[in-house]
T-cell receptor, first 109, second 115 residues
Framework: GQQVMQIPQYQHVQEGEDFTTYCNSS?????IQWYKQRPGGHPVFLIQ?????EVKKQKRLTFQFGEAKKNSSLHITATQTTDVGTYFC?????????FGTGTSLTVIP | NAGVMQNPRHLVRRRGQEARLRCSPM?????VYWYRQLPEEGLKFMVY????????ESGMPKERFSAEFPKEGPSILRIQQVVRGDSAAYFC?????????????FGDGTRLSIL
């Protein structure tokens, strides 16, 4: 019910290739947040999406919120080794944040 | 501005001992969240506190675990009589209020190892 599912769990790409991770919920989300965690590091907030169909860009990163507000995606164009890490989506239910299972991205030079 | 400060960064305890993890939120933040992360897993919500109040502790084990956020000083996550399964990274996050639109700011975490 409250959980958000992420796919894939792991992704290995050659440097320069694109990468996409998907976040799915069985219930409508009021908003969705994305975080990045580098190996050995802590989660860092990337962005928040609130509106149905919203698309936001940060340089090579494109974040999208589905029309039904039940899914979201993060797309990285032309990956670089600095993109390595685990990307989490998270939903907020007021008292709690539910984090997705994460997608671990490995970029092969 | 100082970010969320957690200490210690690493903590080693023997089975049966107590572990105390500290978290000082960002300046101006009065909402603190604790999470546990096992290796290669996501973050599991444990407890949400405001100053002097536990708002939601539904993610925290009923026994051995407790949390507080006193009027003065850092938030404390306390684990009594630790067992091997308590080994994990424990992250604290803070936000200025409980608005749905607020991002969470995380500390560097405490890596707890149980011998």
């Amino acid at each position: 019910g409250q959980q958000v599912m992420q796919i894939p769990q792991y992704q290995h790409v050659q440097e320069g290739e694109d990468f996409t991770t998907y976040c799915n919920s069985s219930t409508t989300l009021s908003n969705i947040q994305w975080y990045k965690q580098r190996p050995g590091g802590h989660p860092v907030f990337l962005i928040q999406l609130v509106k149905s169909g919203e698309v936001k860009k940060q340089k090579r990163l494109t974040f999208q919120f589905g029309e039904a507000k039940k899914n979201s995606s993060l797309h990285i164009t032309a990956t670089q080794t600095t993109d390595v890490g685990t990307y989490f989506c998270a939903r907020n239910t007021g008292n709690q944040f539910y984090f997705g299972t994460g997608t671990s991205l490995t970029v092969i030079p | 501005n100082a970010g969320v400060m957690q200490n210690p960064r690493h903590l080693v305890r023997r089975r049966g001992q107590e572990a105390r993890l500290r978290c000082s939120p960002m300046k101006g933040h009065s909402h603190v969240y604790w999470y546990r992360q096992l290796p290669e897993e996501g973050l599991k919500f444990m407890v949400y506190l405001q100053k002097e109040n536990i708002i939601d502790e539904s993610g925290m084990p009923k026994e051995r675990f407790s949390a507080e956020f006193p009027k003065e000083g850092p938030s404390i996550l306390r684990i009594q009589q630790v067992v091997r399964g308590d080994s994990a990274a424990y992250f604290c996050a803070s936000s200025p209020d409980r608005s749905h639109n607020q991002p969470q700011h995380f500390g560097d975490g405490t890596r707890l190892s149980i011998l």
